[in-house]
């Protein structure tokens, strides 16, 4: 069983700063998935990366596949309060075996 | 496009009762997931059905936990009896297959709103 870890756990910072967060394991994925969670609801699907490498935008996020897809990360510009949330990677390997790290809770003050 | 649905949202019971989930995936999606997320941590696969078979369930509690997914659409998950350690937030997510770049197959999973548990 892969292990996933996310780091920082926790995050706050002020509207308008930049940040990075950080998703490692030392296993090879085919897939890496990232997601936010808000409360009281369920992860939402934010980008999928498949090539070691890759680098997606989505309005004010990069994301980024490690060379040898054992590692993500993902960063923010700019952040803004809706951007407070709970950020988790979930690897997949094998035929649709995904595991999910424990996240980055992430806090943007106004 | 209608959502994965669940229901109850929330549900407190004392140990030793049972108590049951139900999930409603999205119409068409063949894969369905049940998690259990404790406070602080990530979601935690407890079984994965592909249609009404069960593809992966090593992490289900098999003396206390129970799952079906009958006629491959909805699904339910049982807990008999509950333990205090059981309280979290029970996430259920249902999926199809995507073709990706490479000619890889991507599997990307939309979740419901889940069902906090509190075991008293």
């Not at chain 1, 920082?8 to 990232?34: A, D, H, K, M």
């Not at chain 2, 959502?3 to 004392?14: D, F, L, N």
């Not at chain 2, 989930?21 to 997931?33: E, R, V």
């Not at chain 2, 129970?66 to 997510?93: H, M, N, W």
Request: glycine content about 10%.
């Amino acid at each position: 069983t892969q292990l996933l870890e996310q780091s920082p756990q926790f995050l706050s910072i002020q509207e308008g700063e930049n940040l990075t967060v950080y998703c490692n394991s030392s296993s090879v994925f085919s897939s890496l998935q990232w997601y936010r969670q808000e409360p009281g609801e369920g992860p939402v699907l934010l980008v999928t990366v498949v090539t070691g490498g890759e680098v997606k935008k989505l309005k004010r996020l990069t994301f980024q596949f490690g060379d040898a897809r054992k590692d993500s990360s993902l960063h923010i510009t700019a952040a803004q309060p809706g951007d407070t949330g709970l950020y988790l990677c979930a690897g997949v390997s094998g035929d649709n075996d995904m595991r999910f790290g424990a996240g980055t809770r992430l806090t943007v003050k106004p | 496009e209608a959502g994965v649905a669940q229901s109850p949202r929330y549900k407190i019971i004392e140990k030793r009762q049972s108590v049951a989930f139900w999930c409603n995936p999205i119409s068409g999606h063949a894969t369905l997931y049940w998690y259990q997320q404790i406070l602080g941590q990530g979601p935690k696969l407890l079984i994965q059905f592909q249609n009404n078979g069960v593809v992966d369930d090593s992490q289900l509690p098999k003396d206390r936990f129970s799952a079906e997914r009958l006629k491959g659409v909805d699904s339910t998950l049982k807990i008999q009896p509950a333990k205090l350690e059981d309280s979290a937030v029970y996430l259920c997510a249902s999926s199809s297959t995507r073709q990706g770049t490479a000619f890889k197959k991507t599997y990307e999973q939309y979740f419901g709103p889940g069902t906090r548990l509190t075991v008293t």
